[in-house]
């Protein structure tokens, strides 16, 4: 018996006696539970921010817009190892400059306490080759680092059934980057401050 036979039933038994029957639990056939996938797409620029927001009221879907933070290699340092002691960092100082290394930073504190940049550099290709050529000449092993920063990036949230993703990323395809790296997680869709949800 399929849903719309039992109303008809109902309603027939309703006007004969008057009374409203309740279905029986068995008639309503229950669905399979879906699986939800969190998902995380950064957008391709913050100035798509309304269309995105339009096209998702108009499309039906809950998302979240959330500022996360994602890090990247801003710049490469040349650096010097770690020495025992800041005293030992400061003679180090001293005799690259007796040979001629001017732009110089010793680091005082943080991660790269006690250790001297001989250059900060762009493109890793080029702090490699002043890295050959600056470890031959003072007789130390040098090393290329990677300078971190970070930046606010605007990150749209949504949970979607499996077979809708291919959907979404059709529908959001001008505005979203679905190759990004972010972390689904890191923002629960709770509104807020710095959380849109439609």
């Not at 690259?96 to 110089?104: H, T, V």
């Amino acid at each position: 018996m399929t849903l719309a036979e039992a109303e008809k039933a109902e309603d027939k038994t309703q006007a004969q006696t008057g009374a409203l029957t309740p279905l029986t639990h068995g008639i309503i056939e229950e669905g399979q539970i879906k699986p939800y996938t969190s998902l995380c797409y950064k957008l391709k620029s913050d100035d798509d921010f309304e269309n995105v927001q339009r096209l998702a009221q108009m499309e039906f879907y809950k998302l979240s817009l959330v500022n996360q933070p994602i890090s990247f290699v801003e710049s490469y340092l040349l650096l010097t190892p770690p020495m025992t002691s800041m005293r030992e960092s400061f003679k180090l100082e001293q005799r690259l400059k007796l040979q001629g290394y001017s732009d110089l930073w010793l680091f005082r504190s943080g991660g790269f306490r006690g250790r001297i940049s001989l250059g900060l550099f762009g493109i890793k290709e080029n702090a490699t080759q002043a890295q050959k050529a600056i470890s031959k000449k003072i007789e130390l092993a040098l090393e290329v680092t990677p300078r971190m920063e970070t930046k606010q990036n605007l990150v749209v949230h949504i949970q979607l059934i499996n077979s809708e993703i291919n959907k979404f990323e059709e529908k959001f395809a001008k505005y979203i980057d679905k190759n990004s790296i972010c972390t689904p997680e890191a923002v629960a869709n709770v509104g807020g401050y710095n959380a849109i949800q439609y």
